[in-house]
């Protein structure tokens, strides 16, 4: 009999050239999408938490910065704000730290994708998409360990083919590599099997 | 698949750890209990992964008879980033705002509360000396590591960050030069002694100790966002009960009064920064 799978969360880690792709990730995702999504996005201390505004008017998801103590819904897709570590606790609700540099970044996807899959063992989704840095990979692959279903972006589709090639070397076995465009419609897939 | 592998170590993980905390607790009289569990456990992991312990229940045996070892995780299990200016605008708006509230004051005084390694108090210290009103301040700047406070009343930074520190001072709306305040010898930067003058260094813990004095400003920034929500609200009563009525706090820009069961006991003092008034 076909294992039922199901997913709590998406985690997503995306540094440069990650506003262009997060706009057409979410474009199609339906505003009823059942499954709460957390985003690290690379970007400079300082400038501020624009990206939740810019990507609230793409998609009909509602966008927003993760705030400390927040626990994590449906409909929601969750910002980390720049220059903070964004943790997610063991009972679903976010935490913020301003803990040393990961991987030369704050936000660091590592730290999201390791605490994340602590919190959500097989029911996460992890997704590394274009960038420029090598984060996100050793996370990416402890997701696989617990037994999350890990999706990265064809390199060849991605604006910088490192971070995606990166996540390809460490992760044993990722479970598709897919071209930015059709991402959200798996999405939509892997995450109707819950509702259903 | 009701209870597989990978649930088993997570659930056992957790139980070392909390067996940890306890022995902590037990042994040195550190309560870590209230602390945010996911990054209590990465900068567990992380002492682990350095010390060549096998486990983290293998660690308790090291920090119950090796003081040194303990010394090493308290010292990573406090996080200790921190800048001269960090938020330069908070800065501006405490420069801006606050300051004129306080020159009103015949005297001041101001808690600078889990300061870490100084850099938000010599930050606030140099603001009040040219504000000119830093003769008549009483500062206290507490933390429960000592290793931490040692360092702070050294008033030593690297020379590795004085650009950015400088460029926050002018962002910050410095009045004269950064370089007023300091004196740089190799690659150390020496903060001037005159800014220690009025600071008073102190052990204090949040966890589980209380009220010291009374203070017309209470400084606490990014140290909330380690703390569960409990906890949170035990040292929001805390600071609530050391400020005086008209007193300010503040806190990091991510961190929250609401839902902390003292929010109505402040008016929201500026629009864009995390300050309050105690009414």
Redesign the interface.
């Given at each position: 009999m076909k294992?039922k799978r199901f997913f709590d969360c998406i985690t997503i880690g995306v540094s440069s050239g990650g506003l262009n792709a997060l706009m057409i990730l979410f474009k199609d995702l339906p505003v009823d999408f059942s499954v709460p999504i957390v985003v690290v996005q690379h970007a400079k201390a300082d400038s501020g938490d624009i990206l939740a505004g810019l990507l609230n008017s793409k998609t009909e998801l509602r966008v927003k910065t993760a705030?400390?103590?927040e626990e994590l819904k449906a409909g929601f897709v969750y910002i980390c704000?720049a220059n903070?570590h964004l943790?997610?606790?063991?009972n679903k609700t976010v935490?913020?730290?301003?803990?040393?540099l990961v991987n030369f970044a704050r936000p660091s996807i590592d730290?999201l994708f390791?605490?994340a899959s602590?919190?959500y063992?097989?029911h996460l989704i992890g997704i590394v998409l274009t960038g420029a840095s090598s984060d996100g990979a050793k996370g990416l692959a402890q997701i696989k360990?617990?037994?999350g279903y890990t999706i990265i972006q064809d390199p060849k589709t991605a604006y910088s083919s490192y971070m995606p090639d990166a996540a390809i070397s460490a992760c044993d076995n990722p479970d598709e590599i897919l071209p930015l465009e059709d991402i959200s419609a798996r999405l939509v897939d892997l995450c109707r099997e819950r509702s259903s | 698949m009701n209870h597989t592998k990978r649930e088993t170590n997570v659930d056992n993980e957790n139980i070392e750890v909390n067996l940890l905390i306890e022995a902590i607790r037990l042994k040195y009289g550190y309560d870590f209990s209230g602390y945010s569990r996911a990054s209590l456990k990465r900068r567990i992991k992380k002492r682990l992964l350095d010390s060549g312990s096998l486990s983290i229940s293998g660690m308790i045996n090291n920090l119950l008879y090796e003081k040194d070892f303990f010394d090493q995780l308290l010292l990573d299990l406090s996080i200790n980033v921190t800048e001269m200016f960090r938020d330069p605008l908070f800065f501006k708006e405490i420069r801006d705002k606050v300051i004129p509230e306080l020159a009103k004051l015949s005297s001041v005084k101001i808690w600078h509360a889990g300061c870490s390694t100084g850099e938000e108090v010599y930050s606030m210290a140099i603001i009040l000396k040219e504000a000119g009103i830093y003769d008549k301040c009483q500062i206290f700047a507490t933390d429960f590591n000592q290793v931490v406070l040692e360092k702070a009343k050294q008033g030593v930074l690297s020379i590795v960050n004085l650009k950015q520190y400088t460029q926050n001072y002018q962002k910050s709306g410095g009045t004269g030069s950064f370089t007023d305040w300091y004196t740089a010898k190799y690659d150390l930067v020496k903060l001037k002694t005159t800014l220690r003058k009025n600071i008073m260094f102190a052990d204090h813990n949040l966890a589980t100790d209380g009220v010291f004095s009374e203070m017309d400003l209470v400084m606490c920034r990014n140290v909330l966002i380690y703390f569960d929500r409990p906890l949170q609200n035990r040292v929001f009563r805390l600071f609530t009960d050391s400020l005086t009525q008209d007193g300010f706090l503040t806190i990091g820009s991510k961190e929250s009064i609401h839902f902390s069961g003292i929010a109505d006991e402040y008016d929201q003092f500026s629009q864009t920064q995390k300050i309050f008034r105690k009414i």
């Open positions: 294992k705030e400390e103590k704000p903070y943790l997610i606790e063991e935490s913020l730290s301003v803990e040393p730290v390791e605490t602590l919190a063992g097989s360990n617990y037994g | -």
